[in-house]
């Protein structure tokens, strides 16, 4: 668990570099949950995070199985429901974070994929 946290850390950091707003962290809708969401420019990012210390697992989208794409949108409706912003673009994002070698090196694939997809 310690290296999910790190990841999410990492990657949280990540994303405030680049202007985005972290309005939530590990949000849960019962057993569902999301890593972060985040905010820049009327989007919101449901941002699933992935932290890697082996070559194990293929890419970051290959390691996210549909059935956890599908538990982040569950959660992601319910966060709107609940905090919604009227005008916002919602997308999911996936972030890899590959803790091989000596520095962090992290992977953005904004928009990674579709509610049903």
Do not use: C
């Amino acid at each position: 668990m310690q290296l999910g946290r790190r990841g999410e850390a990492l990657a949280e950091a990540y994303l405030a570099e680049r202007g985005w707003a972290v309005l939530a962290r590990n949000y849960r809708a019962g057993p569902k949950e999301i890593d972060l969401i985040a905010a820049r420019s009327g989007v919101v990012a449901f941002v699933e995070v992935k932290t890697r210390t082996t070559r194990t697992g293929g890419t970051v989208l290959e390691s996210i199985r549909a059935l956890k794409r599908r538990a982040v949108v569950t959660a992601a409706r319910r966060w709107i429901h609940e905090n919604g912003r009227r005008g916002s673009v919602y997308r999911f994002d996936a972030i890899g974070v590959d803790l091989r070698g000596g520095e962090a090196v992290i992977e953005h694939v904004p928009d990674a994929w579709r509610p049903g997809g």
